[in-house]
Nanobody
């Protein structure tokens, strides 16, 4: 069993920054890649960013490329999402996922409980 716990969400003004964290725990935690997704009210959950756990390659959706940055700390089993120049359209609940990356990110079974980000204009 793997547990993913997100933190760092909150209220931020447009143009500001926020850093989300996701700590993974559980016996034999091992994942090919970790990803961040978000779900805005009334919308489908969408891919935001992913990182290959071993080599650190990163991938982003077009909507956040150049503004968000994903990173990981292997020693802490933690993945981060640095959000810069946030916009009201970034308002959503952000979820962490343990999955894999082949030609695109493939979500795995385990999801965190989500952390809410609200961007005010």
């Amino acid at each position: 069993q793997v547990q993913l716990v997100e933190s760092g969400g909150g209220l931020v003004q447009a143009g500001g920054s926020l850093r989300l964290s996701c700590v993974a725990s559980g016996r034999r935690f091992s994942s090919d890649a970790m990803g961040w997704f978000r779900q805005a009210p009334g919308k489908e959950r969408e891919f935001v960013a992913a990182i290959k756990w071993s080599e650190g390659s990163t991938f982003y959706s077009d909507s956040v490329k150049g503004r968000f940055s994903i990173s990981r700390d292997k020693a802490k089993n933690t993945v981060y999402l640095q959000m810069n120049s946030v916009q009201p359209k970034d308002t959503a609940v952000y979820y962490c996922n343990a999955g894999a990356y082949y030609f695109a990110y493939a979500p795995g079974t385990y999801w965190g409980q989500g952390t809410k980000v609200t961007v005010s204009s």
